[in-house]
């Protein structure tokens, strides 16, 4: 089935093309911030949230009719990762991650283990979404750990290693986007973090820009953190966001 027909983009909203970063530490903030974000149809779990409730926490979203973006960014040997990738198709996100550092051979074995386990069921496999660099990252960073390449040509070289691996999309920063979505298959989908509101401060990520500019230059889908979750009035602040975008064709 073509990924557009399994993530029909074109047909979701503003709103529905935000993923909202569950980054607390409990069921009871997370469950919160799902109550108080009703417009909101993708939520992100990240690692500290997945190790603090566990897979049933992820299931209990799922049953409140949210679609759930599983961010544990992946990097083992291929075996483990293919059997990691087993347990969580059984859980039933909509998307997931892995570092396209782990190499071909790992992200194969990832695609085999959705392809694998969907081969007789009907409901929609997981997206498999490529990590590149970091958006924390910087030159200096990538220099000191022994790539010799720009970040932007890091990015790119790897964007397409995971294209060639099959996977289903990307997850790069706003910075570079515009230049991945040259490169890539249009059926490729673009997540962009590292998204900053005009009105909000960047904390550590150091490649950010605002939800416009991220649309704007090819993102499918931007996820959002902390302008959102950290403020007194999330319904609020995440409402601020449409308004910057919902003009945009």
Same mark, same amino acid.
């Given at each position: 089935?073509?990924?557009?027909?399994?993530?029909?983009?074109? &047909?979701?909203?503003?709103?529905?093309?935000?993923?909202?970063?569950?980054?607390?530490?409990?069921?009871?903030?997370?469950?919160?911030?799902?109550?108080?974000?009703?417009?909101?149809?993708?939520?992100?779990?990240?690692?500290?949230?997945?190790?603090?409730?566990?897979?049933?926490? $992820?299931?209990?979203?799922?049953?409140?009719?949210?679609?759930?973006?599983?961010?544990?960014?992946?990097?083992?040997?291929?075996?483990?990762?293919?059997?990691?990738?087993?347990?969580?198709?059984?859980?039933?996100?909509?998307?997931?991650?892995?570092?396209?550092?782990?190499?071909?051979?790992?992200?194969?074995?990832?695609?085999?283990?959705?392809?694998?386990?969907?081969?007789?069921?009907?409901?929609?496999?997981?997206?498999?979404?490529? $990590?590149?660099?970091?958006?924390?990252?910087?030159?200096?960073?990538?220099?000191?750990?022994?790539?010799?390449?720009?970040?932007?040509?890091? $990015?790119?070289?790897?964007?397409?290693?995971?294209?060639?691996?099959?996977?289903?999309?990307?997850?790069?920063?706003?910075?570079?986007?515009?230049?991945?979505?040259?490169?890539?298959?249009?059926?490729?989908?673009?997540?962009?973090?590292?998204?900053?509101?005009?009105?909000?401060?960047?904390?550590?990520?150091?490649?950010?820009?605002?939800?416009?500019?991220?649309?704007?230059?090819?993102?499918?889908?931007?996820?959002?953190?902390?302008?959102?979750?950290?403020? &007194?009035?999330?319904?609020?602040?995440?409402?601020?966001? $449409?308004?910057?975008?919902?003009?945009?064709?």
């Amino acid at each position: 089935m073509p990924l557009r027909e399994t993530l029909p983009i074109s &047909s979701f909203s503003w709103e529905e093309r935000i993923i909202v970063a569950l980054d607390v530490a409990s069921r009871t903030e997370a469950l919160r911030l799902i109550t108080l974000l009703p417009q909101a149809k993708f939520f992100k779990v990240g690692l500290r949230l997945f190790v603090a409730e566990g897979p049933e926490f $992820v299931e209990e979203i799922i049953k409140r009719g949210k679609e759930v973006f599983l961010d544990l960014k992946l990097h083992d040997i291929p075996n483990t990762v293919g059997q990691t990738v087993e347990e969580i198709v059984n859980l039933g996100v909509r998307m997931m991650t892995l570092h396209v550092a782990g190499g071909r051979m790992m992200m194969k074995r990832a695609v085999e283990a959705v392809q694998n386990l969907n081969a007789s069921k009907k409901k929609y496999p997981p997206l498999l979404l490529g $990590v590149t660099v970091l958006t924390s990252l910087t030159p200096p960073d990538l220099q000191e750990i022994g790539v010799a390449l720009e970040l932007s040509q890091q $990015v790119v070289r790897l964007a397409r290693l995971a294209e060639e691996c099959g996977l289903d999309g990307l997850i790069c920063s706003p910075q570079e986007v515009g230049e991945v979505r040259r490169i890539v298959n249009p059926e490729m989908i673009l997540i962009t973090p590292g998204i900053r509101p005009s009105w909000s401060t960047k904390n550590d990520q150091r490649r950010v820009t605002t939800p416009r500019e991220a649309f704007q230059k090819g993102a499918d889908f931007i996820v959002v953190g902390r302008p959102i979750i950290a403020s &007194s009035r999330p319904h609020e602040a995440f409402s601020r966001i $449409v308004e910057e975008i919902k003009d945009l064709t």
